[in-house]
């Protein structure tokens, strides 16, 4: 698989952990994932998320875009043996609240076609959010990494077009 990015995403539906799997990134992330996405979900709410160039390597995902409810990830690849996963740490919300628990980090699988991001978050019923280790937590990925169950239901993004305002 081609390294994508992203994103992010994050937050969507899956479980938070507090080990990280990567520390320093290190794998250039994919530009065509930054931008503004949006997706309906079930009710037919409509949510948006904005990912913008923290480095080569790193991105930052707002996710819901809400000035109430939004939150800020770090994102980076988690690596070569998992190209299409990215790690998502939190680092804040919109609103200035404080993170109150050391569970800050989702993993998500990404796939981007064109004009459409999907996203399936790491499957809390396939690895317990109670690994409190990155060594723990990389070989629990790694021993599920075939079970099309690892990663959680998908959320399709679309490209926003984006607004010329001159």
């Known amino acids: 698989m081609k390294k994508f990015l992203l994103l992010a995403v994050l937050a969507l539906s899956g479980c938070v952990y507090e080990a990280p799997l990567v520390v320093t990134p290190e794998l250039h992330m994919d530009t065509r994932a930054l931008g503004s996405w949006v997706t309906t ?22 996710y819901p875009v809400d000035r109430t409810n939004g939150m800020f990830f ?25 993170i109150a628990s050391p569970r800050v980090y989702q993993f998500a699988r990404f796939k981007l076609t064109g004009e459409e991001l ?8 396939e690895v317990s959010d109670d690994i409190k280790t990155t060594a723990e937590l990389s070989a629990a990925i790694e021993a ?13 993004f ?8 001159w």
Request: some cysteine; proline content about 4%.
């Open 118 to 125: 999907s996203v399936r978050c790491l499957n809390e019923l």
């Open 74 to 98: 770090s994102a980076m690849l988690v690596g070569t043996n998992l190209p299409d996963v990215a790690q998502l740490r939190l680092l804040g919300f919109a609103d200035g609240r404080e």
């Open 144 to 156: 599920k990494q075939t079970d099309e169950n690892l990663f959680g239901k998908e959320i399709r």
């Open 41 to 62: 979900d079930e009710d037919g709410r409509v949510e948006q998320m904005t990912v913008v160039r923290l480095t080569d390597r790193e991105y930052v995902v707002e």
């Open 158 to 165: 679309q490209r926003m077009t984006p607004l010329n305002p």
